[in-house]
Structure formats: structure tokens, C-alpha cells
């Protein structure tokens, strides 16, 4: 039921959830530190850096984001801006880690997407495009590094179209480019934003004038006048009006250009993003639609992660709130275990600084300390038996058995491979019979950092061998009977998943294919939406 508090409403109005996705090194981490600058949410450039190397020095599974330089775990930033909270959900940029990407995606309400303007369109933000598609989320797009010899804006407007298919409508343009990228033009509000050469990156201060017509104007953009004069009119005439509708139905992509590096045009998306993105949308359970504005609280856990901070070595569940006000020390009530626990210590995260939460609201992202009890995907709600959908598993695609150095650690090696997966980073396969459990992975670099984890954290010395596994389907049963045929024919495939759900494992999809073949009323899955699982 809508509420009549009108705190709620309020604060509802207030907030903007966001994640930023780009190809790695078109400049993410960069773009994340000055929309911090602007946040006044830090204070030197350089700060998101220089604290991810200061933390990551104290672990070492946290070297290896460091060697690698990329960025394996996640955090959640907030930051206020104008009259708005802001959170943005950092997502690992890595390909290795997509599958916690994905899950990230579905607890914002919005995209930034970062192209290098030098390179456009790549693979990563291709496949993360997909994601937000197929969520519908609305993305507004930023061309960086105009600075360098970057694509003609034309052609980048041009390959993004091509390759994402995804209609763009430009809302600032850019005046110069290179090492001559003197600023950008507002389309909406047709002020030129010229910056002064001098200041390069660090004050960001600006010459904004009201109109491009003018000698003024003529004077200030020199020899790029004719030029840029020239495609904003053929813009006007040619590109696709900014549709509400369209955008936020994820059809239609605002453009921005600038150089994240040097602080150009970073304000006008800022802007542009607080007025265009969505606030805290409602989002679909099994059993009905939960809207931001019910008084009932719900949320939904996207992401378990481990040992943020050595100090405190627990895991921490991310809640994405959906609806309500979360008040400190409140009861929740998770329906997968039907158990109700209250929450006095639920964390807020400004880049890895953490406080406690007295009050938090629909769009906030909330840190709940987890003692293995929460698992990715599940709701919680002050009572109501709901269970959000979307959250997804994707079968892994590759397969390790994992052996002991020492025999006698086989209790803590169980309880560090269980631990470590249900973070949702990696798979756990046990079979139906025998005893050797398998990991999968959707890529490579997850097996060394639950090598490097089980070491530091489980004091366990383990390697990975390889299989011939190739193959990982979710299997589903029309009834019983075709259940019981299945797992007495083909028993040397069959495993369960860390959720108790059944998979088949094998060397090939001939196998596979076969399996099915024998046993009609089986079906297979590549992916699993993980809920309503016990
Ligand atoms: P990521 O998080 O998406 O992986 O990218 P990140 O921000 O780390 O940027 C990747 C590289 O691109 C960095 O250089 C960064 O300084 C540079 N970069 C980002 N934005 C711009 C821009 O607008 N213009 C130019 N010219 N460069 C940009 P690096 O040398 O790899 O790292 P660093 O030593 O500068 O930190």
C-alpha cells in the first residue's frame, strides 16, 4: 500500500542508484573519484586510487587486485549532490569477475557507460549492455578521453548505434579535440562550457557563455568556430530528440563527451544524470510488484563479500532496499528460512569507509554483517512472504577439482570452499555419489583468489587440478518419477549445486544432448534464477 509518511516520499525523491560500466581502462575509476570530487565526498584527486592500493596492501587476496591491477571486490559509494543522495555500486571492470557484475546490475536503477572515445565500442561494455537490456535499465552514456586522438564524434555516435543497437541523442558536444579539446557544447541549454587550458584537471574552472552566436564565442573557440558550428546544426537538424520514455525503457541513450582525466565535462553529466535517471523503481517478486513508496520494508541481497577490512573479518550481505524505511535495530524477516533477526548493525559505505545505519531507504544499499546464515538472492521483508526474482546464476564454464596438501585440514578446507562460493564468485558442485567436490568458474583468476583466500583466511594449502568437464546445465524434472530414472542412469553426472539444486557436469554436449534424449520430461538450463531455493 502507497504510504502517507512523508519522510518516505522524501528521502524516495532524494535518491539516485547507480552502477558504472565500461571497458576495462576506458576510465572508470577515474570518472568514479571526480564524481566524488563533485560529491565533496573526497577531497584530492588521486584519493579512490591511492586508497584502493593503501587497503589492498593488508591482504593477499587483495594483492592480487593489485598485481593484476583490477579490481576484484566491489564496494558501495555514497555520496550527496545538489539536493540528491547519490549511490553508485562499484562493479569489477574485469571480465573474470561478469557474473558479480550482472548481479550488481540488478540492484541499480540506472547505468553510466564509459566508451574510450580513442577506441569505441568493447567487448566488456557489449556484453554489459545485454544485461541492461534485458533489465530494461535506462544508461546514459559518457565518451572519455577526448583529450587523446579520439574517434571523430560523428563516427563514435555511429559505432555505438552499430554496436549496441541502442538509438543515441548527444547532449553535449565536444569543442576541439586531442590535445586542442577546449570544452563542450551544452545541447540543452546551449551554454558553450569552455575550459581554461591552464587549469587542466584540477579546479575545473570554466568560462560558461550563454549562447554559441556570438563574437564572443567566435573569439573564445578560435579556429574549431566554423567547425563545431557547423555539426551542431547538422545535429539539431539530424539526431533523435531526447525521448523520456524511451530512455527509460533503456531504448534511447543520452551522450555526453568529455575527458574524465581532466575534469572536462564531467559537471554536465553529473547534471544531466540527476535530472534525467530514475529514482528507486519498483521491482517484481514471484508473488507480486513491490513499489518504492510501501510502507512495508523489503529488500534483497545481491552480493556477499568477505574481509573488506581485515579488522573486521566477517562477510558482509549487500541489501538493495526496495520499499520502506529500514530503522537500526529493526526485525527482518527472511522468508527462505522463514527466521526473523534483528539488525543493529547494518553498514553504509562511502568508498570503504563504513558507519552504521540508523535509517536507510528505498534505492540504499545496506551492509548487513552475515555469519553464513544470508545467501545471494535472498528477500527479506518485515513479515510478508516475498521473494524478488531477477537475481541470476550463470552456469560456469570452467571446471577444477580442488586437492589438499595437508589431508588433515579436509573440515576446513569443506568449510573455506563453502564459504568462500556462497559469495557467489565462484561454483560448488558435490556429487550424488562419492566425495571429490568440483569448483566452476566463469573465468580463470576466480581459482587463484580462492586459492590465495583459503590459504590467508583458512589457513588451507590447496591446489586446483584441471578436468575434463566441460559442460554445466541445471537440470529440471517433470516429476519424481523422470527425477529418480535420471539419477539412477546417469549418477556419475549428476551433482548438486551450493543451493541443493541438481546439475549435470560432463565431458561434452554430446553427453549432454544424450541424457536428454534417454530421459524425456528432463529439461537443462543454462542459467538459474536463485530463489525460491531451500
Ligand atoms: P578503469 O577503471 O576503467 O579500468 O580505468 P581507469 O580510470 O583506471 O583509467 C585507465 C587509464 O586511462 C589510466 O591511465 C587513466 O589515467 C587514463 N584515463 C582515464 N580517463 C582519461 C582521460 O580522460 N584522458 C586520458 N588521457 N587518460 C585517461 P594509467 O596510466 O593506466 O593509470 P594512472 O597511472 O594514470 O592511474
Given at each position: 500500500m502507497t504510504s502517507q509518511n512523508p519522510e518516505l516520499h522524501r528521502e524516495i525523491a532524494r535518491r539516485r542508484t547507480f552502477a558504472i560500466i565500461s571497458h576495462?581502462?576506458?576510465g572508470k575509476t577515474t570518472i568514479t573519484e571526480k564524481l566524488l570530487l563533485f560529491g565533496g565526498?573526497?577531497?584530492?584527486?588521486g584519493a579512490v586510487k591511492a586508497k584502493r592500493n593503501q587497503k589492498s596492501a593488508t591482504s593477499d587476496w587483495m594483492s592480487i587486485e593489485r598485481e593484476r591491477g583490477i579490481s576484484v571486490s566491489t564496494a558501495v559509494m555514497t555520496f550527496e549532490y545538489r539536493t540528491l543522495q547519490l549511490n553508485l555500486l562499484d562493479t569489477p571492470g574485469h571480465n573474470d569477475f561478469s557474473e558479480d557484475t550482472f548481479r550488481t546490475l540488478t540492484a541499480v536503477d540506472a547505468v553510466l557507460m564509459v566508451i574510450d572515445a580513442t577506441k569505441g565500442v568493447e567487448l566488456q561494455t557489449k556484453k554489459l549492455l545485454e544485461v541492461c537490456r534485458l533489465k530494461r535499465t535506462p544508461v546514459i552514456t559518457f565518451m572519455n578521453?577526448?583529450?587523446?586522438?579520439?574517434?571523430?564524434p560523428l563516427d563514435l555516435l555511429d559505432n555505438l548505434e552499430k554496436e549496441l543497437h541502442m538509438a543515441c541523442t548527444p547532449m553535449t558536444w565536444p569543442i576541439?579535440?586531442?590535445?586542442?579539446?577546449?570544452g563542450v557544447y551544452?545541447?540543452?541549454?546551449?551554454t558553450v562550457n569552455f575550459y581554461l587550458a591552464a587549469d587542466r584537471g584540477h579546479k575545473n574552472e570554466r568560462v560558461v557563455l550563454?549562447?554559441?552566436?556570438?563574437p564572443e564565442a567566435k573569439q573564445l573557440i578560435g579556429k574549431h568556430y566554423e567547425q563545431v558550428t557547423g555539426e551542431i546544426e547538422l545535429l539539431e537538424g539530424a539526431s533523435e530528440p531526447y525521448d523520456q520514455t524511451r530512455f527509460l525503457r533503456g531504448q534511447q541513450t543520452p551522450v555526453f563527451f568529455g575527458s574524465a582525466l581532466h575534469n572536462f565535462g564531467v559537471k554536465e553529466l553529473l547534471d544531466c544524470f540527476c535530472d534525467l535517471a530514475p529514482g528507486p523503481q519498483p521491482r517484481e517478486t514471484v508473488h507480486r510488484v513491490v513499489d518504492a513508496d510501501e510502507d512495508s520494508f523489503s529488500g534483497f541481497v545481491f552480493k556477499i563479500q568477505a574481509n573488506m577490512d581485515r579488522n573486521h573479518r566477517d562477510r558482509m550481505a549487500f541489501i538493495r532496499i526496495v520499499s520502506g524505511i529500514f530503522r537500526r535495530g529493526m526485525d527482518i524477516y527472511q522468508p527462505r528460512t522463514g527466521k526473523t533477526m534483528a539488525v543493529r548493525n547494518a553498514m553504509t559505505f562511502l568508498a570503504r569507509d563504513r558507519s552504521i545505519v540508523e535509517e536507510a531507504y528505498p534505492g540504499d544499499i545496506i551492509g548487513v554483517p552475515n555469519h553464513g546464515t544470508i545467501r545471494i538472492a535472498d528477500t527479506f521483508t518485515q513479515g510478508e512472504n516475498l521473494q524478488f526474482t531477477g537475481v541470476p546464476s550463470f552456469a560456469p564454464e570452467l571446471f577444477r577439482r580442488v586437492r589438499l596438501r595437508d589431508p588433515m585440514k579436509q573440515k576446513q578446507l569443506q568449510k573455506g570452499l563453502t564459504e568462500v562460493c556462497e559469495e557467489g564468485a565462484a561454483q560448488l558442485f558435490r556429487p550424488l555419489i562419492g566425495s571429490e567436490w568440483i569448483v566452476g568458474a566463469v573465468g580463470t583468476l576466480q581459482f587463484d583468489v580462492i586459492v590465495a583466500r583459503l590459504r590467508e583466511e583458512y589457513n588451507v594449502d590447496a591446489v586446483f587440478e584441471g578436468l575434463a568437464l566441460q559442460v554445466c546445465r541445471w537440470v529440471a524434472c517433470k516429476d519424481a518419477a523422470v527425477q529418480k530414472k535420471l539419477e539412477d542412469s546417469a549418477t556419475r553426472d549428476l551433482f548438486t549445486d551450493g543451493h541443493g539444486n541438481l546439475c549435470l557436469l560432463t565431458e561434452t554436449r554430446f553427453r549432454a544432448d544424450y541424457i536428454v534424449e534417454k530421459n524425456p520430461g528432463v529439461t537443462l538450463h543454462t542459467t538459474m534464477e536463485l530463489h525460491g531455493n531451500k
Open positions: 576495462p581502462d576506458a565526498a573526497i577531497h584530492l584527486a578521453k577526448l583529450d587523446l586522438e579520439a574517434m571523430d576541439g579535440g586531442g590535445k586542442e579539446f577546449q551544452d545541447l540543452r541549454d546551449k550563454d549562447s554559441l552566436v556570438s
